[in-house]
Structure formats: structure tokens, C-alpha cells
């Protein structure tokens, strides 16, 4: 259980960092909290002859909320989301999921940046990025562009990230109204069996606009427009969930595995799907 | 490849020493430092008896590299009481029964001390939560609950006697 041999980096700029990543080109991977990327080292599962560990990047860290736009930094962990007095008035879905993600020691090392830079449909947070319509911050050697979360994940492990490019931020606006992520798990540390990220506005009794993602039931994320729209215009009533619901079902494809066969997970992601509705209606 | 020049500082002692830096937090500790306060259970992250603190965050040193600790400081449960001086905690988890064979406790009674220096007088509920990263084959939890509890009431006793 030990990695194989590399040569360890520990730039202190973003420049830096992205200078190493373009010289060693595939041979070079960058860590941040470790927690995805070590155990998969220790597996032999990884090639690499470069780490380039992000630690000492300050400008990596942090949570800025200017007005209505929330801004985090990539080493920001999920520890620190959960801590946040700041973050738990504009967005407490964030500290919600990140409260429901592995266990406490994984989440002092495990960042933001790297749940959603991992590419692994069983990390929490790029439903949740999905779900808020963020915007994930990149920089390369041609300098910085922006990719909505919404766009960025292509297949289990691939994402619009270049091999050059570090992700530095997610940025998403003050969610308007109430917000939940429910998940569903066989134990705690777990990934999720089912996971639903919904946020939804109302007035006066209606719902103006609704929010609808899911984790862990395809090989990417699954931000599903269709039930939002079912919601959006209604009074929530029982017959908008389930339409809802119905559409949510056609746009997952989970698989079976050692979470249960796929009829399962398609119960759970209605079960999930259906209390985070009712808790984000709740909030809102 | 080259080997790399570690310094740490653990339970107060400046540490140096050369390691490659694939090597993991958890065999330097016990293998270069002799520190082996911090047992090895799963060494897959999951089983928290490899739990140290490193830089004020409870850790699982199975998945730190040697390299990312460089330069951390870090408390083993060698740091935290003596045989002739016990912490609280270890105080607690021996007249509660928090412990049967003992393979699971240096890693929680170094979370739980984490845990209370952020929470220092935590519900029963926060304390299960808190301490869901460390896995016991033994007790069953109830008796770990029970102490870390009495550790965080007599702390807090004496913490109000001396104002
Ligand atoms: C026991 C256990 C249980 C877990 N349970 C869950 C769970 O329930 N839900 C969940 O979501 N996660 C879970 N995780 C994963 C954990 O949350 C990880 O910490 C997280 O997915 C990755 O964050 P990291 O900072 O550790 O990234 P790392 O492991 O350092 O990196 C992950 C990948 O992203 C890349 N990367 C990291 N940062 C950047 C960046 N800034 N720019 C570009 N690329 C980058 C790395 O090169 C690597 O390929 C679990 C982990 C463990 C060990
Ligand atoms: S040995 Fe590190 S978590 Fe089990
Ligand atoms: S006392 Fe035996 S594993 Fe906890």
C-alpha cells in the first residue's frame, strides 16, 4: 500500500504550478487534499512521474462573498465550508453536503477543488455546482477561461479540464430560495447510493423556479432541466413532484454494483429526490 | 529517486530526517520515529486508527505522504499524556470502559481531543458525528461516547474553577 516512486513539487504561485504542469506535461499530476488521488496511488492506479502539490498556494484560498456572487477558492476544504458563518446565511446547501461527505478527517483534507476537479461521479459536490449553476475558474499556460459547472463533466474521470489547467475557483450566485441535498448512503463514509441537490424559489404559495441535480446515478453528474420545469409555475403539489420525479427517472442511468442493482438506485433517487423537495420547499 | 529532506515537528520534538516522498505520514512515524502510538488498521482510509494531528486537523496519517507533512506539526497520543500523567481522556476512556482491546484507542482519543478543542462541551449526538471517522471492532461505541463526554465535563470543571 505504498505509491510508487515520484518527484514532489511544492510551488507557492498558481503561475508556478502551472509552469511544472506544462513542462512535465502527462507526467505530471497536481494533489490537494490528497483524499481521492492518494488512495488511488497507493492502488497503483495512477502513472505519474510529477506531483505538484498545491498547499502553499494561497491564492487557492478562501471564501469571498461580494454582494450576491460567492467565490472559493479550490483549496478551500470542506471543513472549512461547514465552518463558515458567512457561507451558512448565502448557501447553507454547501456546508449541508459537505457535512454529509466521508468522515471528519477526510474533510479537514479533502478540498472543493478537488471534489469537483476528481471527476468521480460519486463525489457530492459537482451536483451541488450543478444544481447552483456555478462557474468553475481554470488556468493554463494561455491564461484563465471559465467552464459552467453544467458543462464540465463529460465522463466518469474526464472533464473539460485541461491536463495543464488547474482549477483556482467555483463561483455561483446567493441561491434564491430554499435549498437541500439529501443523500442517501449504506453507511457513514460512504459515496452516495442516491443523492439530490434542489433548490427552489416560491411566492406566494407558487414555486417561481426549481433546481434539480443528482448524484452517482450516471457516469457524470445529472443536472435534469426537465424536473425543474415540472416544478416551476406550480403550487407543489403532489402531482408536479411526481412529474418531477418521472422526469428525473428518464434522465439517470444508474448502474448495479456493490450499491444494489439499478431498480434500486432508481428508488432511492425518487425517495431522495422527493424529501429534498419537500426540505428545500420547506427552507423556502 | 532522490530521497527528501523532512522536518516535522512531533509531540514538541523537532524531527529531521530523509524519506522519499511516496512515503506515507504513518510509516515514518512508526518506522523512522519509532512513534507508534498510531496503529495501522485498514491503511485504506477508512478505519481512523492511524488518526494523528497534524497542524490543529485530525488526520489519517495512512493517507498523508511524507512529502505534504513536511514541515507540519504534529501530536501523536504520545503527546498528549505520559504513563505518570494521563490526559483526561485517557483517564476517561479507562474508567468508562471506552476501550477492550485497545487497537482503536490512541486514534480516538487523539480525534476526540481535536474534537474538543473546537466543541469543548459536545451533545451526545455531535460527539457520535464527530467521531464517525474512527471505527471500533470492541466496544460497541456506547462506553467511547460515554467518555469522551466525562472528559469534556471534567475539562470544562476545571477550566470554570480556575476563573
Ligand atoms: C474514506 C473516504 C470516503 C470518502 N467519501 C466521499 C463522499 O462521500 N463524497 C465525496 O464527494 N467524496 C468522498 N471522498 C473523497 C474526498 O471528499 C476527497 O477529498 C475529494 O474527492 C477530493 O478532494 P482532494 O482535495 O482530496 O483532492 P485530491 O485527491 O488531491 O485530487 C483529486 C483529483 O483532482 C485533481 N485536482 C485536485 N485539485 C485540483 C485543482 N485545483 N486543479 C486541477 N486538478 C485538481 C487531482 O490531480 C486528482 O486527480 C472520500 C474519501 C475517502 C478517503
Ligand atoms: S490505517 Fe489509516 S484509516 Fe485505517
Ligand atoms: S477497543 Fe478493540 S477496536 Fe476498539
Redesign the interface.
Given at each position: 500500500?505504498?505509491?510508487?516512486?515520484?518527484?514532489?513539487h511544492?510551488p507557492d504561485s498558481v503561475e508556478a504550478a502551472v509552469k511544472l504542469l506544462s513542462d512535465f506535461g502527462e507526467d505530471a499530476r497536481v494533489?490537494a487534499g490528497?483524499?481521492s488521488l492518494?488512495?488511488m496511488?497507493?492502488l497503483r492506479m495512477t502513472d505519474f512521474g510529477h506531483?505538484i502539490?498545491l498547499?502553499a498556494i494561497d491564492a487557492l484560498k478562501g471564501i469571498r462573498i461580494d454582494g450576491r456572487r460567492i467565490t472559493i477558492g479550490a483549496m478551500t476544504t470542506q471543513?472549512e465550508i461547514i465552518h463558515h458563518a458567512g457561507l451558512a446565511t448565502a448557501a447553507p446547501i454547501l456546508a449541508e453536503a459537505a457535512g454529509q461527505i466521508?468522515?471528519?478527517?477526510?474533510r479537514?483534507?479533502g478540498t472543493l477543488g478537488g471534489n469537483v476537479a476528481n471527476g468521480d461521479p460519486g463525489n457530492d459536490m459537482p451536483g451541488v455546482m450543478q444544481c447552483l449553476d456555478a462557474t468553475f475558474h481554470l488556468n493554463g499556460p494561455g491564461g484563465s477561461r471559465v467552464v459552467k459547472a453544467r458543462d464540465f463533466y463529460e465522463a466518469a474521470y474526464f472533464t473539460a479540464r485541461a491536463e495543464d489547467e488547474i482549477l483556482t475557483a467555483v463561483s455561483f450566485d446567493t441561491p434564491a430560495g430554499g435549498q437541500a441535498y439529501v443523500k442517501q448512503k449504506r453507511k457513514?463514509?460512504d459515496y452516495a447510493t442516491a443523492a439530490a441537490a434542489v433548490v427552489i424559489a416560491r411566492s406566494g404559495g407558487r414555486c417561481t423556479a426549481a433546481s434539480i441535480a443528482m448524484t452517482n446515478l450516471a457516469d457524470t453528474p445529472v443536472w435534469c432541466e426537465e424536473a425543474g420545469a415540472a416544478l416551476a409555475g406550480t403550487d407543489l403539489s403532489a402531482a408536479a413532484i411526481e412529474a418531477a420525479v418521472g422526469a428525473m427517472d428518464r434522465a439517470i442511468d444508474p448502474q448495479s454494483d456493490n450499491r444494489g442493482p439499478a431498480e434500486f438506485k432508481r428508488h432511492a433517487a425518487a425517495v431522495v429526490l422527493r424529501r429534498a423537495i419537500a426540505a428545500a420547499a420547506a427552507r423556502a | 529517486m532522490s530521497k527528501m529532506h523532512i522536518t516535522l515537528t512531533v509531540n514538541g520534538k523537532q524531527e529531521e530526517l530523509l524519506a522519499e516522498p511516496r512515503e506515507l505520514l504513518i510509516h515514518v512515524l512508526r518506522e523512522r520515529l519509532s512513534i507508534t502510538g498510531p496503529h495501522i488498521g485498514c491503511e485504506t482510509s477508512h478505519c481512523g486508527a492511524c488518526t494523528v494531528d497534524m497542524n490543529g486537523k485530525s488526520v489519517k496519517s495512512c493517507t498523508v505522504l511524507a512529502a505534504q507533512a513536511n514541515g507540519a506539526e504534529i501530536t501523536t497520543i504520545e503527546g498528549l499524556g505520559t504513563p505518570d500523567s494521563l490526559h483526561v481522556l485517557q483517564t476517561m476512556f479507562r474508567e468508562h470502559h471506552g476501550l477492550q482491546c485497545g487497537f482503536c484507542t490512541p486514534g480516538m482519543i487523539t480525534r476526540a481531543y481535536r474534537l474538543l478543542q473546537e466543541n469543548p462541551d459536545p451533545s451526545e449526538e455531535e460527539i457520535r458525528y464527530a467521531m464517525a471517522g474512527n471505527l471500533c471492532r470492541c466496544t460497541g461505541y456506547q462506553n467511547i461516547v460515554k467518555a469522551i463526554m466525562a472528559a469534556a465535563s471534567e475539562l470544562n470543571a476545571v477550566k470554570e474553577a480556575a476563573q
Open positions: 500500500m505504498i505509491p510508487a516512486p515520484f518527484e514532489y511544492r494533489v490528497g483524499h492518494i488512495p496511488m497507493k506531483l502539490d498547499q471543513h466521508a468522515d471528519p478527517q477526510v479537514y483534507m457513514i463514509g | -
